[in-house]
């Protein structure tokens, strides 16, 4: 089984000290995927840049043109409160995207089993007019629409496990039967949106599901979504990839949230893909990396993805378990909505 693993040594470029979304997040994953020796267990590649007629899948030529005057201008500018731009962002960017794509075409050409893409800055947010949330570029969803382009696939899957809703995701497949896109996130929270109530429009009617979670939920509460959710939604679709927002900032340690998974939560969410992925679709999935700011939960959650891609059984938390809550939230009613909305009870 090869694992790819793909990313590029220009991503540190987009940096603003002082930022949540800086390039230490990256060094992180590197530094720890290479000490705990992973790194050269997988297929090294460089990620190349997306091409813009792939980017104009899911974005608009207006918002194009706003990244290309960014790099016109010689200057820091912000395109939104959060999110910053430099000079050299929109090549990184796209680099950022290329990464994702070519994760997607190394695993669907059969060159690698899965893969892993370790890219920068993230994309989740990003909209198809504009930019969001630290990201520039819908990097997962730009992948998404290169796989049903280049290869057919008619089912994709997208699963977001980031503590924040992927907006930018969900907006760019809201009407479309082909992308299952499903999301954990806590809510109400950035960027807001995510309500249970949210589930697709006209063709895409049921093809969105949000899994809106109060502050405080941990472990088990995501296990048991996984278990009752996810599988029999993932059975029903029966995919032919499954792409993974891996964002980390659900970890108990995270500064910008309050949710409360363990990086051996995490782990076991990882692996459930995994395992969706060798039922429906011969394995095929692919990891990208979203937010995610304590360093530490951020390199051990990547590394800890790495080793389940390459079929190891340990799992690494240094960080351990959250501090014990008097009385953990109950995930049953949520549960039991979803299941009802949208008809995963049989």
């Keep these: 089984m090869t694992t790819a693993y793909v990313t590029h040594p220009r991503y540190p470029e987009h940096h603003l000290p002082g930022h949540p979304e800086h ?191 109060s502050s405080g939920h941990g472990d088990a509460s995501y296990a048991r979504l996984f278990e009752q959710v996810v599988w029999p939604a993932a059975r029903r679709f029966e995919p032919e990839l499954i792409l993974v927002s891996a964002g980390f900032d659900a970890h108990w340690s995270d500064p910008l949230a309050g949710m409360r998974l363990s990086l051996s939560g995490y782990a076991h969410l990882s692996r459930e893909l995994i395992k969706m992925a060798h039922q429906f679709c011969g394995g095929k999935v692919v990891f990208v990396l979203e937010g995610g700011y304590n360093l530490d939960a951020l390199g051990y959650g990547m590394a800890n993805v790495a080793a389940a891609l390459l079929g190891d059984d340990s799992v690494n938390d240094p960080l351990g378990p959250p501090p014990p809550l008097p009385r953990e939230p109950d995930a049953e009613p949520l549960i039991a909505r979803l299941r009802q909305i949208h008809e995963l009870n049989e």
């Excluded at 207006?62 to 005057?69: H, Q, S």
């Excluded at 057919?152 to 699963?159: A, N, Y």
Aim: proline share 5%; charged share 15%; net charge neutral.
């Design 23 to 213: 390039a230490g997040r990256i060094r992180a994953v590197w530094e720890r995927l290479d000490a705990l020796g992973l790194s050269s267990r997988m297929l090294r590649l460089d990620a190349p840049m997306v091409d813009e007629n792939l980017i104009l899948s899911v974005h608009t030529p207006d918002y194009l043109k706003v990244l290309r005057w960014v790099n016109e201008t010689q200057q820091r500018v912000y395109l939104d409160a959060d999110t910053y731009a430099l000079p050299t962002s929109y090549a990184i960017a796209r680099l950022a995207a290329g990464g994702v794509v070519a994760a997607v075409d190394t695993v669907l050409s059969g060159r690698a089993s899965n893969g892993l893409a370790a890219v920068r800055p993230p994309g989740h947010h990003a909209m198809p007019g504009r930019a969001m949330g630290f990201c520039l570029l819908g990097n997962i969803a730009i992948a998404a629409r290169y796989a049903q382009r280049q290869y057919g696939l008619r089912r994709v899957m997208i699963v977001d496990y980031d503590v924040h809703h992927g907006n930018g995701t969900q907006a760019m497949f809201y009407d479309d039967a082909s992308v299952l896109f499903i999301s954990s996130h806590q809510y109400p929270y950035y960027p807001g949106s995510g309500a249970i109530t949210e589930t697709g429009q006209g063709a895409g009617s049921g093809s969105t599901l949000n899994m809106p979670l």
